[in-house]
């Protein structure tokens, strides 16, 4: 836990200051979502190859991550060539021969 000093004016104008309370983010670089939005999509991936992006981010968000985290891991994943959007947009499609946390390399289906 780390401390995040905070400001805030009274309504005399005296200057206050805080401090909170706040709990490390497990995701909180797009590296660390990445690789859990990886690890994931590797467990709910479909005989096509494809992974559905609302059954994704739910599970993403279930695991800890939020909204922000989410779109960072992804957009990291993609443009470290580990997946790409289909062209739906509903799903995204892992890369044949990406290296995936599991240690495991996507085939063809």
């Known amino acids: 836990m780390g401390l995040t000093p905070s400001a ?6 005296a200057v206050t200051l805080s401090s909170k309370f706040v709990e490390p983010r497990p995701f909180s670089s797009p ?10 999509a590797a ?3 479909d005989a096509r190859g ?6 994704w ?16 891991g ?3 994943a993609i443009a470290d060539g ?17 290296t995936l946390p599991s240690g ?3 085939t063809a289906p």
Do not use: C, Q, T, W
């Open 104 to 106: 495991s390399v996507p």
């Open 31 to 40: 590296e660390a979502a990445a690789r859990k939005l990886l690890e994931i």
């Open 8 to 13: 805030g004016i009274r309504s005399n104008g």
């Open 50 to 55: 494809r992974v559905s992006v609302g059954a």
């Open 57 to 72: 981010n739910d599970a993403f968000r279930k695991a800890g991550g939020n909204v922000a985290e989410y779109s960072a």
């Open 74 to 76: 992804r957009d990291r």
């Open 43 to 45: 467990g709910i991936i």
């Open 82 to 98: 580990a997946l790409a959007m289909h062209d739906s947009g509903g799903f995204v499609v892992l890369a044949l021969g990406a």
